[in-house]
């Protein structure tokens, strides 16, 4: 018997796990395979960010800000954050036209009245800050308070928080189904063994969540996986951007690495074998994301490719924003999923809020955005 189970080793599974283990619940975490093996995990570090988020997103990316720069004394592990701000750049074709330069500062607009301080710098004011930045940078829409962090050392820092704070982990453990009771919630494992949580489920899976759900729940998700590709580069020269770089029309994101190397990433896809169960890299989607990103950081032209991966699935929502819930007809089976691949930055923030949720049974008004309900229109069996 415990409190709660929560199904999924990524950096959501730990970070809830630790959260509710640390105000006293017991709690299982069950991962089928180990901790950061799927979309938290893998090469490079991830953007830590607001710029350019969807505005239901951005007040829980406010607290996350104030959370990151403690979040590794807290937790005991580095997280390898850097607040190095960030800029998504503009070129001759948004500033030119009037329609797509009044959206960016329409941005702007948005992010600031949400709290996260956000500038538009002139193509000098840009340059000054990312001196390596090439002459068809037009502007830049800044936000300070931007980042990096390593997502492998995070999750496994919470997962190991998490431990020390009194939860089972299990890693190579198979849940099979999830099934709400009269009297809490349980999940049955592969090997036939039925665990009961008193209090409720939380199923943090990611990619496998629409799959879990629809056999457990038959619950239609409008989730999909999709294979994000990154590629680490070493750029000629020893060349090293200053910032996290973004791009308004580009499908581009530029993050420093140690050891000289450059990530670029950005919205480029690999492909699903179905036979393997794993990702491919697509080389020529790789080279165009360096392309791209030579365009506006010409030290990066040329640059050779060290590693292209595409092995980490990751859920997508139909409006590329998260899903957080109950199933409905349960009140203690708690879902997260549709990262859409910007989950990571908030997840401090609203790993927290799930946490309230899940120990006090009434939901945070800042994952209301979240639920199910903005598709129960054209999904009836998504209500409740």
């Known amino acids: 018997m415990t409190d709660h189970v929560v199904v999924g080793g990524g950096v959501y599974g ?6 509710l283990s640390r105000i006293g619940a017991s709690v299982t975490l069950i991962e089928r395979n180990t901790i950061a093996s799927g979309a938290s995990g893998g090469p490079g570090k991830r953007g830590v960010r607001a710029n350019g988020r969807d505005p239901r997103e951005l007040p829980l990316m406010r607290a996350a800000y104030e959370i990151w720069p403690e979040l590794a004394q807290r937790l005991g592990r580095d997280t390898g954050y850097e607040r190095r701000g960030g800029m998504e750049l503009a070129e001759t074709a948004t500033v030119d036209d009037e329609f797509s330069w009044s959206a960016v500062l329409a941005q702007q607009e948005i992010q600031q009245a949400l709290g996260i301080p956000s500038d538009v710098l002139s193509a000098a004011e840009a340059r000054r800050l990312e001196p390596g930045l090439a002459d068809r940078v037009r502007a830049a829409l ?5 980042g990096i962090a390593d997502h492998t050392a995070t999750t496994r820092a919470y ?3 998490a431990a020390r704070a009194g939860a089972d982990v299990r890693e190579h453990t198979t849940v ?3 099934a709400s009771t009269g009297d809490g919630a349980s999940v049955t494992l592969t090997d036939g063994t039925t665990l009961h949580a008193e209090r409720g489920v939380v199923v943090l899976v990611n990619s496998y969540a629409r799959q879990l759900l629809a056999q457990s729940f038959d619950l239609p998700l409008p989730v999909w996986r999709m294979v994000p590709q990154v590629m680490l580069a070493r750029p000629h020269g020893g060349y090293r951007p200053d910032h996290l770089i973004g791009h308004l029309t580009r499908t581009l994101a530029v993050k420093v690495l140690p050891d000289g190397l450059t990530m670029i990433s950005g919205g480029r896809y690999g492909t699903w074998d179905p036979t393997t169960g794993r990702g491919i890299a697509d080389r020529a989607e790789a080279v165009s994301n360096l392309a791209d990103a030579a365009a506006v950081l010409p030290a990066l032209n040329g640059a050779h490719i060290v590693d292209v991966d595409a092995t980490r699935p990751e859920s997508f929502a139909s409006d590329a924003v998260p899903v957080v819930d109950l199933v409905p007809g349960t009140g203690n089976v708690y879902f997260g999923t549709g990262w859409s691949g910007h989950g990571f930055a908030i997840a401090p923030a609203l790993a927290q809020s799930l946490v ?3 120990h006090t049974g009434t939901r945070p008004n800042e994952l209301e955005p979240f639920g ?3 598709w129960q229109t054209v999904i009836p069996a998504l209500t409740g």
């Open 176 to 178: 099979k189904s999830v």
């Open 159 to 161: 997962a190991t928080a």
């Open 372 to 374: 199910l309900h903005r």
């Open 14 to 19: 730990c970070a809830v796990a630790w959260g």
């Open 142 to 146: 800044y936000c300070p308070l931007d």
């Open 356 to 358: 309230q949720w899940a």
